[in-house]
């Protein structure tokens, strides 16, 4: 049930943006004001991302009062800041359903909206995406004009400064609204930039600056000079220089909650010519306390009762695959100092928070640059070190060459602990790990792991870290783990060896990961024989052969994209062997999975124990 508008008389009156362009600047505080209450009650009956949109209201509210959304292009990046945007562009009554199965897409989607002029989950991308889009306004010659918001935090990523570079080369009218909700700003020091934005945005300060290039053409020395004193003078008072290297006209820092000097600075900007960037300050949390206080805790949330100033408390539950993995990683380093930890900013999601508290020189956070985690990995192997890179299965598929040209390839003992391997839930088709199963096993010299519980993750781990040939994976869902009882002490598996868990007759369940459970629930009532096989890569090729010469029909179990996955691996060992038999592959389907709760989308795809089930003896029939 949607929440009352009648609560929210302005915004009422902006179910579009349309109708916003509609309003007097003078209420777009109140509706800035009507927008941040709306969001923070709905996120508290829905569930989802919130401080990042907290922080972007007014900037959502001036972009769409200036630019004529959608025929002007809005690109986000990442998305975790477009709520508002959401909002006011047609979704407000839905927004309780946002990131439930057959509700509202957690980021920008273009099949959901016109307003969402490009889909997204990953970082960096809308700097690319929005100088391809000004090309084509080029060519169109209809008017149309480009904006895409980045975070400072998506300004780690070099795919960022590579779009940048190549905007200031091509020169074509874009803005690039910059985000950066790191820093404060003091209010006497935020007026005077909000002024000087005013200025420099403004015709009398380019009509100048333009007159004097054309003036100075001629004049090589002088013109030289002339750049040179207005880039100092320009770096004395705001950070741009580096902008203006990479081609782009810096006008910042700017309040980003002050919406009038927004409205304001980005009509002088709307008519500028080439590359522009607009640097505004934020603050994630903007107008909820705690959020401001904790911008990482309240990144997304549970439902919560805003009144109350809290989340809800978390029922106990077994620890979860990244708080097994984080343990692991503690005990190991007390044992081994040449032990690396490497995130690619994702220190809190990989449980990596208690690591590098306690060991900060063996802790590094290579920020939003999944490439250079992977080599700066590599290079850490080649120097004797032990490096264990912490990434969700969906990140990975960025460091893909890295992967292959600079670890594989130089068979470097570089351990990967893949967290979100499998159906993540409601963050969608970009974060689902549906993938890394596929991808990797095609890679030469990889040794690829699957636990099926915390406990066989714990030794999984420690196996990686034994390994000296060549780099291991090792691949887990998220969330809750088994409650499998911890075994502290470590063991390294035999490379390639599985378990049989349950004889039976006839049907022998090959089991890759923690779909296990399920398997041996659906084994019950067939009286089938099940496997948890353990390494995906090298496969236990004696287990396959003794399990093929003794059942009739041998079946597949993944948390994987079917195609390329485990199961394909079994197929073409059997195939070596030429032994044709009947085999029955079940994992994810050929397609994107979309969003909703983990438990209702794997029992949407048959994974659970009744799916499994059903789909064997369909097969059988």
Not at 45 to 50: I, N, Q, T, V, Y
Not at 463 to 471: E, V
Not at 519 to 545: C, G, H, N
């Amino acid at each position: 049930m949607s929440l009352d508008i009648s609560q929210y008389p302005v915004l009422a009156q902006a179910n579009t943006p349309d109708e916003l362009r509609q309003l007097p600047q003078a209420l777009l505080p109140q509706l800035a004001d009507e927008l941040r209450s709306f969001l923070l009650k709905s996120v508290g009956r829905s569930s989802g991302h919130f401080a990042s949109g907290l922080g972007t209201v007014e900037l959502t509210v001036a972009i769409h009062y200036v630019y004529n959304t959608p025929f002007d292009r809005l690109i986000w990046d990442v998305g975790h800041q477009a709520y508002p945007h959401k909002i006011l562009t047609g979704r407000r009554d839905r927004m309780h359903t946002i990131r439930q199965k057959g509700g509202i897409h957690p980021f920008p989607w273009r099949e959901e909206s016109e307003y969402d002029t490009f889909s997204v989950g990953h970082s960096g991308t809308s700097i690319s995406a929005a100088l391809a889009m000004a090309v084509a306004a080029e060519k169109e010659q209809a008017g149309r004009k480009v904006v895409s918001v980045i975070g400072d935090g998506a300004m780690t990523g070099g795919m960022v400064f590579e779009a940048m570079n190549h905007a200031g080369d091509l020169h074509n009218d874009m803005l690039v609204v910059l985000n950066d909700n790191e820093m404060s700003i003091s209010e006497n020091v935020g007026a005077l930039n909000n002024h000087l934005a005013q200025l420099m945005s403004g015709r009398l300060y380019t009509t100048i600056r333009e007159g004097s290039k054309k003036v100075l053409k001629g004049m090589p020395v002088i013109k030289e000079m002339a750049k040179r004193t207005e880039e100092h003078l320009k770096g004395m008072v705001v950070p741009g220089t580096m902008f203006e290297e990479l081609g782009f006209n810096y006008i910042g820092p700017i309040d980003g909650h002050d919406v009038d000097a927004l409205v304001e600075t980005l009509r002088n900007m709307r008519n500028l010519s080439g590359p522009q960037i607009l640097h505004i300050m934020t603050k994630k949390g903007r107008g909820y306390e705690p959020a401001e206080k904790d911008p990482i805790g309240w990144h997304a949330v549970p439902k919560f009762d805003p009144s109350t100033f809290e989340k809800p408390a978390s029922k106990p539950s077994n620890p979860t695959f990244s708080q097994v993995f984080g343990k692991w990683l503690c005990d190991i380093s007390e044992q081994d100092d040449k032990v690396l930890g490497i995130t690619p900013a994702m220190r809190e999601g990989s449980g990596m928070v208690e690591f590098s508290q306690r060991f900060p020189k063996q802790y590094f956070d290579a920020a939003i640059a999944e490439q250079h985690a992977v080599t700066l990995a590599a290079g850490f192997a080649c120097e004797g070190l032990k490096p264990v890179v912490a990434i969700y299965s969906t990140f990975l598929q960025r460091g893909y060459d890295q992967l292959i040209h600079d670890v594989a390839l130089q068979k470097l003992p570089v351990m990967f602990a893949i967290d979100r391997g499998g159906i993540v839930g409601a963050d969608g088709p970009t974060h689902q790990g549906a993938f890394d199963l596929s991808f990797m096993r095609t890679i030469p010299n990889m040794v690829i792991m699957a636990p099926s519980d915390e406990n066989e993750c714990r030794q999984m781990l420690y196996t990686g870290y034994c390994y000296k040939d060549g780099p291991t994976a090792v691949r887990y869902p998220r969330g809750s783990a088994t409650g499998e009882l911890q075994v502290e002490e470590m063991t390294a598996l035999p490379i390639g060896k599985g378990l049989l868990k349950r004889q039976g007759t006839k049907i022998a369940i090959l089991n890759f990961g923690t779909l296990l459970d399920s398997s041996l629930v659906a084994a019950e009532s067939l009286d089938a024989t099940v496997a948890d096989m353990r390494f995906v890569k090298p496969l236990d090729i004696e287990l396959i052969k003794q399990l093929s010469e003794s059942h009739d029909v041998l079946v597949t179990v993944e948390e994987n994209a079917i195609m390329g996955g485990a199961g394909s691996g079994v197929l073409e060992e059997l195939q070596r062997l030429k032994r044709p038999m009947p085999v029955l592959q079940i994992g994810l389907p050929d397609e994107f999975i979309k969003h909703g709760d983990q438990k209702e989308i794997l029992a949407e795809l048959r994974l659970d124990s009744a799916g499994i089930l059903e789909q064997i003896e369909e097969y059988l029939k």
